[in-house]
């Protein structure tokens, strides 16, 4: 989101999540939505979507034996072990508890997103209202942490955003963020003579390898502690035998940045995001004498290829059949995940008139076809573009797979929701309903 695929992305004290059963409700007349207990003015940025909505308060990462709370405890066992604190205790402390429903400061300006940065559109995130979004990464908390005096924590939580639909994507899914600050003397404890080192230089100019307030032996100390830490960390999650490998990256909050990919069945999958923090956040955090280095790493993904899962969809099942599969008491066990049978696809197409002003995005369209359709919509896929040769009107054709996870459907309830979804893209999205089949 933040670097290769999008142009797009209440100074309060942290507020935790309530596990409430209703956590949403909407009264259209006063222009409010209750989310998680807290009420919020809803206004014309509003695109959060109820089925969205019913995803708050969930928190598959705090449910014991889920595959992504499986997950979840090896990361943090393994940052227990590999940081111990001084007196016994471990240096890391866990938040897995900070309410997802964050301020636009919060989730860019803190992390110096510029204001014109693509992923702070309408079409990328899901928006309460103009100042109040579903976070879009873990790292929304990160300076306020800091700012509580915080050197060394994980952020694991739910996380929103606006995508395509496939086995992959999901607008719900879960990121382990962590920050780890440094002093001078933490940074060269090893060095015998570190009376010459320093972690900032004045006049410095900002390079590929450095931030122009760093000098280039600090950064060079936390980039090997970053990437020895991230390597470490894909061994102990998929084996010592692991193929690894760094590709430099952007990010507006670290300078500079890496993305680590590991070799799955013949494919670099990138599985984390890092850097070294940009100096000016933690300034403005209050931690003028450290440096930094962070990172975020997506949960889903990760599981997905550990358990062989198949698809992102299941991750959300409350069948027994599935979640009985994690049950097990050591969260180290190898586990791979067994189908329990494979139910067929049913695709059917539709195609429409683009306005010609501009206002159509595909995140739209998902955003419906998922509503209506729930977890029955597999996969959306955009298999044609026309321009009409004399109008120029552009139109577009997707193929809508309907594929259950826990049974067959049938041609008549798909082909019901499948009108349903023509029906409403014409009624609202300012589109022309061409053909539907
Ligand atoms: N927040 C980034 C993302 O969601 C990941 C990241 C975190 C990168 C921290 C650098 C530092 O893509």
């Given at each position: 989101m933040w670097c290769t695929r999008y142009a797009h992305f209440c100074k309060e004290t942290l507020r935790t999540c309530r596990t409430a059963s209703s956590v949403a409700n909407v009264n259209k007349n006063i222009n409010e939505l209750v989310l998680l207990g807290q009420k919020y003015v809803t206004d014309d940025w509003t695109n959060i979507t109820p089925n969205v909505i019913s995803k708050l308060g969930r928190n598959l990462h705090v449910k014991q034996y889920h595959p992504l709370w499986l997950l979840r405890q090896r990361i943090v066992d393994y940052f227990y072990k590999q940081f111990p604190g001084k007196s016994g205790t471990p240096a890391f402390s866990i938040h897995d508890n900070i309410c997802p429903v964050v301020t636009t400061s919060q989730n860019f300006d803190s992390l110096l997103v510029p204001k014109d940065h693509p992923s702070r559109r309408k079409s990328d995130c899901y928006f309460v209202n103009q100042d109040t979004l579903l976070r879009a990464h873990a790292t929304a908390h990160q300076a306020e942490l800091i700012s509580m005096g915080l050197n060394n924590f994980l952020v694991i939580g739910d996380v929103y955003r606006r995508d395509e639909v496939d086995s992959t994507h999901y607008p719900v899914f879960h990121q382990v963020d962590a920050v780890r600050l440094c002093t001078l003397q933490e940074i060269f404890?090893?060095?015998?003579?570190?009376?010459?080192?320093?972690?900032f230089e004045h006049s410095g100019t900002e390079t590929a390898d450095k931030q122009g307030c760093h000098t280039l032996e600090a950064v060079k100390m936390m980039e090997q502690e970053l990437k020895s830490t991230l390597i470490g960390l894909a061994q102990t999650v998929f084996g010592k035998d692991v193929q690894c490998r760094w590709v430099d990256q952007y990010f507006p909050f670290t300078h500079p940045s890496w993305e680590l990919e590991i070799l799955f069945n013949d494919k670099w999958l990138e599985i984390v995001g890092c850097g070294v923090m940009r100096q000016e956040i933690l300034q403005k955090s209050g931690a003028v004498d450290r440096i930094g280095w962070a990172f975020g790493l997506g949960l889903e993904r990760l599981a997905m290829r550990l358990y062989s899962i198949p698809n992102i969809r299941l991750f959300w099942s409350e069948d027994i059949s599935f979640l009985n599969?994690?049950?097990?008491?050591?969260?180290n066990a190898h586990i791979q995940y067994k189908p329990i049978s494979i139910y067929p696809p049913c695709t059917n197409d539709i195609s429409f008139w683009l306005p010609e002003?501009?206002?159509?995005?595909?995140n739209d369209f998902y955003d419906l076809v998922r509503e209506i359709g729930g977890d029955m919509v597999d996969q959306i896929i955009l298999k044609d573009e026309y321009v009409h040769p004399q109008t120029k009107r552009m139109s577009h054709c997707y193929s809508i797979v309907y594929r259950h996870m826990e049974r067959t459907l049938t041609q008549r309830e798909v082909g019901e929701v499948h009108r349903k979804v023509a029906r409403v893209t014409d009624a609202k999205l300012n589109v022309t309903v061409r053909i539907q089949k």
């Open positions: 404890h090893d060095v015998n003579d570190p009376a010459g080192l320093k972690l599969q994690f049950k097990v008491d050591d969260h002003d501009g206002s159509y995005f595909p």
